[in-house]
T-cell receptor, first 112, second 114 residues
């Protein structure tokens, strides 16, 4: 199966700082998503980004599919950004085979 | 309205019992899933299902079985619960629309087996 590696595993930031989270994957994919799991355990879909660049407020993501990596940028971090960020990948093949393979996550703590 | 809802939110039960977790989505998505998150936060697919096909992760014990009465519901039945089944179980649904792959998770069910 596809292997997904995320780095760094842990990250501590001061409020206002910027950060870059990385996701490497071992095979070609046509589905890549970033999720945020907040401290209450809720998983929120941030981006669907199999290739290219997207931005949503202070967050942006870039995927270079040919080089098998994706980056999540967090600018001007806030304490509410704390939690675990997951990269998940998959291959959209037949209907029903859309399960995602998750990386082990980056645990982010933003301190005031 | 909650898009993907799971019940119960917490479940504490004894070893050997049989339990069910319910999941409902009101998004009209065509595929539903069950994921397991262990104590180290690692998320792993258990099942994916739509009205045509059930895909079972080969590592899932056959004590676990999904039941789907209709396309908006995917329940998880667990027989003969073991201590190692303690985890958070997430239901999710997805649909491809306009080239965008929407994926929504429920809030999770924390299962504790004692």
């Amino acid at each position: 199966g596809i292997q997904v590696e995320q780095s760094p595993p842990d990250l501590i930031l001061q409020e206002g700082a910027n950060s870059t989270l990385r996701c490497n994957f071992s095979d070609s994919v046509n589905n890549l998503q970033w999720f945020h799991q907040n401290p209450w355990g809720q998983l929120i879909n941030l981006f669907y980004i199999p290739s290219g660049t997207k931005q949503n407020g202070r967050l942006s993501a870039t995927t270079v599919a040919t080089e098998r990596y994706s980056l999540l940028y967090i600018s001007s971090s806030q304490t509410t950004d704390s939690g675990v960020y997951f990269c998940a990948v998959g291959r959209l093949m037949d209907t029903g085979r859309r399960a995602l393979t998750f990386g082990s996550g980056t645990r982010l703590q933003v301190q005031p | 309205d909650t898009a993907v809802s799971q019940t119960p939110k917490y479940l504490v039960t004894q070893m050997g019992n049989d339990k069910s977790i319910k999941c409902e989505q009101n998004l009209g998505h065509d595929t539903m899933y069950w994921y397991k998150q262990d104590s180290k936060k690692f998320l792993k697919i258990m099942f994916s299902y739509n009205n045509k096909e059930l895909i079972i992760n080969e590592t899932v014990p056959n004590r676990f079985s999904p039941k789907s009465p209709d396309k908006a519901h995917l329940n998880l039945h667990i027989n003969s619960l073991e201590l190692g089944d303690s985890a958070v179980y997430f239901c999710a649904s997805s649909q491809v629309e306009g080239g965008v792959y929407g994926y929504t998770f429920g809030s999770g069910t924390r299962l504790t087996v004692v």
